[in-house]
């Protein structure tokens, strides 16, 4: 096969690429163009062309150098690119690898900070509503710094000369360098995960590329995704980052961040005295206020004159006991009368009278009876006297006397010869006894 | 501060509290009496919790635990 005169692609196009790293004019080539067919693929790789008015070179940064870039390379901008160019055997391309891109112009770092700060308020990352409430005293403050230097000492000092009674405890954070934004990242959540009150992020001054940390979207979002209420102090009054603009407060310098975070003991201490001042008076004058609310009363009219108070009820009292009185008297007297007629009552029903009048009746009945038996029987003695002497002058011995006889036929008084048969026999009595004879003849007139 | 000690924030809202009713001005005497004693109190727990905080307490968080710090110097955790 050595014999063979045909190369493979494959061999070929080796050959050309070993061409082209072995050129030094190909390695760190410095190149300016203008960006086109931008594409950011998920992996962080940046694929696109650079241009100008007649030729077109194509360009990949991978994701390690794209991370370097400080702003968000788009088409149409002008960029300024180190790298190499080398030969892509897979498409038989020539590429332009690119270690480094700065936006030309306008720096890269002003570039980044315009189109972060447009995004994130575009997404409302900014607004106020977002921006939390503070507690007035704080008890537990979260601090994001570095553990050195001065930005750290200065909050510290600050706190406690105006707010002692606050816990702080600093999260050691890297505030400048490649790690910085994945510390300061890092240091905000862990601090979520506690109960803090209030959070001071921030750094002391220091260049551009210093603070750019808090320049990063990483960043940013941490802040705003943060429960406990933020507080940014990054560098100088001057220097104005992204971070500034979510924190739900900003302040001038870490000195600031501190005063903002905490009350002043010298405006507490002289708040309190006032509020003694305040609480004492308002409860004089509820004093006052009573007293005179009293005084009134002790014045006034019941306290004054205060059998007025009482003298309609003895009046009602008196009334009431007089008609008591009365009431008892009448009632009494009532009883008694009550009780009077019942007893004359009783009394005229009492056995003793009918008996005593029984006894008068009885004596009299027996007076009438006496009277009546003694009338009656002289007057039946009369009658008798006067039927004695009538039947003494009626007396048939009287009349036998003068020779007059009674003829019985048996016991019956004979008046008529019609009685008698002839031959029947009868009895003749006379004044000094009687006969017995019998009938020889009748004769009637 | 016979229970339980009470927070710094929690003295001062009450306090706070107290003086705004006692503002309203028409709280009865006895209850007015009691508040400003209580008032009293408060704003003396307040005082003498910002007068004698001991020093403040500073720590640093080293590997998920509080370390104390002297802040006093540069801020270096001891």
Redesign the interface.
């Known amino acids: 096969m050595a014999t063979d005169p045909y190369l493979s692609v494959k061999a070929l196009t080796k050959y050309i690429k070993k061409k082209f790293d072995a050129d030094p004019h190909l390695r760190d080539v410095y190149v300016k163009g203008e960006l086109s067919n931008v594409k950011i693929h998920t992996s962080g790789h940046i694929y696109f062309t650079l241009k100008d008015n007649s030729a077109r070179l194509p360009a990949v940064m991978f994701s390690a150098n794209a991370r370097t870039v400080k702003f968000k390379p788009e088409s149409g901008m002008t960029v300024l690119i180190r790298g190499d160019v080398t030969v892509y055997e897979a498409s038989g391309q020539y590429q332009l690898y690119a270690q480094s891109m700065q936006a030309d112009g306008i720096g890269d770092y002003y570039l980044a900070f315009e189109q972060l700060k447009e995004k994130l308020a575009a997404e409302g990352l900014f607004n106020a509503v977002h921006k939390k409430p503070f507690?007035?005293?704080p008890?537990k403050i979260a601090v994001v710094t570095a553990?050195?230097?001065a930005a750290?000492?200065d909050i510290?000092?600050t706190?406690?000369r105006r707010y002692?009674?606050?816990?702080?405890?600093?999260?050691?954070t890297l505030v400048q360098g490649a790690q910085a934004v994945q510390s300061i990242v890092q240091s905000i959540q862990?601090a979520n995960k506690s109960d803090y009150d209030v959070m001071i992020v921030g750094r002391g001054g220091g260049s551009i590329e210093d603070l750019w940390a808090f320049n990063e979207e990483a960043v940013a979002r941490a802040i705003f995704q943060s429960r406990i209420p933020v507080i940014s102090a990054v560098g100088h009054e001057t220097d104005t980052t992204i971070a500034d603009f979510v924190a739900d407060l900003r302040a001038a310098t870490p000195t600031a961040a501190a005063e903002l975070a905490v009350p002043s003991?010298a405006e507490?201490?002289e708040r309190?005295l006032s509020?003694?001042t305040?609480?004492?008076r308002?409860?004089s004058?509820?004093?006052t206020k009573?007293k005179t609310a009293l005084n009134r009363v002790t014045s006034s009219m019941p306290f004054a004159y205060p059998d007025r108070l009482y003298r309609p009820f003895i009046e009602r009292v008196e009334r009431a006991t007089d008609s008591l009185q009365r009431e008892v008297i009448q009632n009494y007297r009532r009883s008694r009368e009550r009780h009077a007629n019942i007893e004359k009552q009783l009394a005229s029903r009492s056995p003793i009278n009918s008996i005593k009048q029984s006894s008068v009746d009885l004596e009299h009945l027996q007076k009438r009876l006496d009277g009546l038996i003694s009338q009656s029987l002289k007057n039946r003695s009369q009658q008798l006297s006067s039927a004695m002497r009538t039947l003494d002058a009626l007396s048939p011995l009287k009349i036998m006397d003068r020779g007059y006889t009674i003829a019985y036929k048996g016991s019956q008084v004979v008046k008529s010869v019609a009685q008698i048969e002839e031959g029947e026999k009868l009895t003749i009595a006379m004044k000094d006894g009687s006969l017995s004879a019998t009938v020889t003849e009748r004769n009637a007139f | 501060m016979a229970e339980k000690e009470i927070m710094f924030n929690q003295a001062m809202e009450q306090l706070e509290e107290i003086v705004r009713q006692l503002e309203q001005g028409d709280v009865p005497l006895e209850e007015a009496l009691t508040l400003y004693q209580k008032g009293m109190e408060l704003s003396k727990v307040c005082h003498d919790k910002l007068q004698n905080a001991e020093k403040q307490l500073v720590t640093m968080m080293k590997d998920g635990k509080e370390v104390s710090v002297d802040i006093e110097t540069d801020g270096t955790a001891k």
């Open positions: 507690p007035r005293f008890r553990p050195t230097g750290v000492r510290c000092i706190l406690h002692p009674l606050a816990k702080i405890v600093i999260y050691p862990a003991k507490l201490l309190l509020y003694q305040a609480m004492y308002m409860a004058n509820t004093i009573d």
